[in-house]
């Protein structure tokens, strides 16, 4: 898919516009690198909201949870939902304090959810959720039982009305300030991983 | 302040109720741990959200951004707003798919905003947003000028709905599982901080 998402009315990034972008390939890099994302909706007239782990197959984001959480059966059950990626890059330090920014990649998504019915379904999710956690780890697990696929739901969004901003790079500062006997530019901040850590009960001889 | 937050209906954690904190020391820590957070409210009766930088100062969360900002405008008028922190501490690798979870510290707040009117009370928090970003910028820095405080709108969220939940540790397997042949334990990840990038414009001379 080479052509840009539509601007929708939801969409149209107002703020910021020159960081807007709606081309499909850096959304779903950003949809990709990202582990967590910030699901809205409305319950009685009050906005809720909860973080959860998502996945994407082609132009789909997926989210998964209890069957009996609230907020995933008010999406269920028709509630338009919001979801918002956010992926902090750096802190951008700026000669005035009103141009002090951050560096981010960051996707909003509107639009109802779409429920994986079928234990055939929910079974294939189950599979795209571990293996995006690891490649390969879905072959090595116990897959979910009737009752885990019962107690699990599964929602799916259309990449439709959905938008990124994206800053990067220098600070940008007024003319004037940049004479300023003041050090600028980027703290940059990534999310790193760590040794694997061994489950204190894992079974003798097991390695990773 | 020692005791517990009040539970309210909104705050009371359903699922996963055995990871759920209403500590205030706990939950100012996760707060002051976090750079951003997610604030939704509704506009239109739809969901809507913007991931934004925040502090805090004593039993309230700040937030700021364009006076223009259509999400932040409709919580200075009245709007009910749900801000929602969350801190990925690692990846939860269970010996079933059903047990896959997350290691994170997450805060959830409910309420109204307060707008910061006046300039004295808005040149006070940027200097609170700038000195979290770096103990010292303050001082460094060129401060707001009037135009620059009129651009930027200030809100404050009283830590009143408010509750935290938080997973930690090994993965909680079925009994029956810890026998299968395969690793499970933790993926441990945390924001890492890179060496500093001089702005391509730094003034000759100045070093950090």
């Known amino acids: 898919m080479s052509e840009q998402y539509e601007v ?11 960081r807007a972008s709606y081309d499909p390939g850096q959304i779903h890099g950003i949809i990709d690198d990202a582990l967590i994302c910030h699901v809205g909706t ?22 998964h949870g209890a069957s009996k959480n609230r907020i995933l059966a008010a999406i269920a059950d028709g509630a338009e939902a919001c979801l918002c990626i956010t992926l902090l890059d750096g802190l951008v330090m700026a000669r005035s304090a009103f141009h002090h920014s951050a560096n981010y990649r960051s996707v909003i998504i509107y639009g109802k959810g779409t429920l994986v019915a079928d234990d055939a379904g929910k079974m ?23 009752q885990e696929l019962k107690a699990t739901m599964f929602l799916g969004f259309d990449l439709n009305e959905v938008s990124a901003k994206v800053r990067s790079g220098d600070p940008v500062d007024d003319e004037e300030d940049y004479d300023l006997d003041v050090w600028a530019g980027v703290l940059p901040c990534a999310t790193v991983w760590g040794a694997p850590i061994d489950d204190t009960r894992l079974k003798p001889g097991i390695v990773r």
Not at 8 to 18: A, D, L, S
Not at 124 to 146: A, V
Request: proline share 9%; hydrophobic share 30%.
């Open 8 to 18: 929708h009315p939801h969409t149209k990034v107002v703020r910021g516009h020159n």
């Open 42 to 63: 409305v319950i009685d007239g009050r906005p809720v909201m909860i973080p959860t782990a998502h996945w994407r197959v082609g132009e789909r984001i997926y989210i």
């Open 124 to 146: 294939e999710h189950s599979r795209l959720f571990t293996e995006k956690l690891e490649p390969g780890r879905w072959e090595q697990i116990r897959h979910p039982n009737k």
